[in-house]
């Protein structure tokens, strides 16, 4: 059974840091583009970034320079180090998968964070 299970969300001050994770089973995770989106609330989900198992990475242009995504391919693990946090980051964080012949799509069920004083 294909599963994503998120970690690491939480509350934190502006200007703080965060690292999120996402623990993929089931699936050949080498054979898989992972990412991230978020959702705001009232807002759309959107990408935050990318990774392939090379080491690709694409961001979202407003995240550039403060999140950083990162993958261990022996862990089947993917992880979103965030820093200098604003209170628009605050959203809930999915990590997501994507097949990159099959093009099969995965998500997990997101977890939350949150930043204010």
């Known amino acids: 059974q294909e599963q994503l299970v998120e970690s690491g969300g939480g509350l934190v001050q502006p200007e703080g840091s965060l690292r999120l994770s996402c623990a993929a089973s089931g699936i050949t995770f080498s054979r898989y583009r992972m990412g991230w989106f978020r959702q705001a609330p009232g807002k759309q989900r959107e990408l935050v970034a990318t990774?392939?198992?090379?080491?690709?990475?694409t961001y979202a242009d407003s995240l550039k320079g403060r999140f950083t995504i990162s993958r261990d391919n022996a862990k089947n693990t993917v992880y979103l180090q965030m820093a200098s946090l604003k209170p628009e980051d605050t959203a809930v964080y999915y990590c997501?998968?994507?097949?990159?012949?099959?093009?099969?799509?995965?998500w997990g069920q997101g977890t939350q964070v949150t930043v204010s004083s």
């Open positions: 990774i392939t198992n090379a080491g690709t990475t």
């Open positions: 997501h998968a994507e097949h990159y012949v099959l093009k099969d799509r995965y």
